[in-house]
C-alpha cells in the first residue's frame, strides 16, 4: 500500500518555548527522528508546518490553509496535497512512536476513514491514519469552528484499535515532549 506520511510540526510550542521539531534527543532533531522512523513506510513525506526553519529537511512544506484551528488545519491541509488516499498522520513530539507500531496501524485499514489507536489514557488521534475520504468533513468542522479531532473521528467511520499490548511493552510510546522536563527526563 502506497502512503504519504504528515509530519505534524507546525504547533505552537508554547510550553516547551521554543520549536520542538529542532530540539535535540540522541544527537538528532525530533524532525530528524521523525522522518528516520516514517521515510522506510513511506511514498511520500510531507512536514506540516509554517516556518521555514523546516525546509532545510528537503521535503514538501505544507502550510495550514486556514490559520489557528490546530492540528485539524494541519492534517486537513495535508491531505489535500497528498498523492495516495491513505495518510499517516504524526506529530513530531511523539519522540517515543516506533516502526512496530506503525505497521500494526497500517495492518488495520480495512474499509475505514481512519485508523486511531487507544488505550486506557484514551485516543491518539495525532499518531493515525486518516484517508483522504475525510477532507470534506473536515472542512465543514473548520468551516463551523470546530477544530477538535474527537468531532472529526465522531463524524467518519474511525477504527479504534487497542494499542494497549504495545503501550505495555513501550511505557513511552504516546509520550509528548511538551515542556523542557519531558525533553530533559526522556534523556536519561
Wanted: charged content about 25%.
Amino acid at each position: 500500500m502506497q502512503i504519504t506520511t504528515i509530519i505534524l510540526a507546525g504547533g505552537l510550542s508554547k510550553r516547551m518555548g521554543t520549536d520542538k521539531a529542532l530540539l535535540e534527543l540522541g544527537g538528532k532533531t525530533l524532525l530528524e527522528r521523525a522522518i528516520t522512523l516514517c521515510k522506510p513506510l513511506s511514498s511520500e513525506l510531507l512536514i506540516s508546518s509554517n516556518s521555514d526553519l523546516h525546509a532545510g529537511f528537503n521535503y514538501p512544506i505544507i502550510k495550514d490553509e486556514v490559520k489557528d484551528c490546530g492540528p485539524i488545519g494541519g492534517i486537513y491541509s495535508g491531505l489535500k496535497q497528498s498523492n495516495f488516499d491513505w495518510n499517516l498522520v504524526l506529530s513530531v513530539d511523539a519522540a517515543f512512536v516506533d516502526a512496530l507500531f506503525l505497521q500494526f496501524l497500517l495492518k488495520n485499514t480495512g474499509d475505514f476513514d481512519a485508523v486511531v489507536p487507544f488505550s486506557e489514557k484514551g485516543g491518539e488521534p495525532l499518531i493515525a491514519l486518516y484517508n483522504r475520504s475525510c477532507i470534506s468533513k473536515m472542512e465543514k468542522l473548520i468551516e463551523n469552528g470546530e477544530y477538535k479531532m474527537h468531532n472529526l473521528l465522531k463524524s467518519v467511520n474511525t477504527n479504534w484499535v487497542d494499542a494497549q499490548e504495545y503501550l505495555n511493552k513501550n511505557k513511552r510510546l504516546f509520550a509528548n515532549l511538551n515542556r523542557p522536563e519531558d525533553l530533559e527526563s526522556s534523556k536519561l
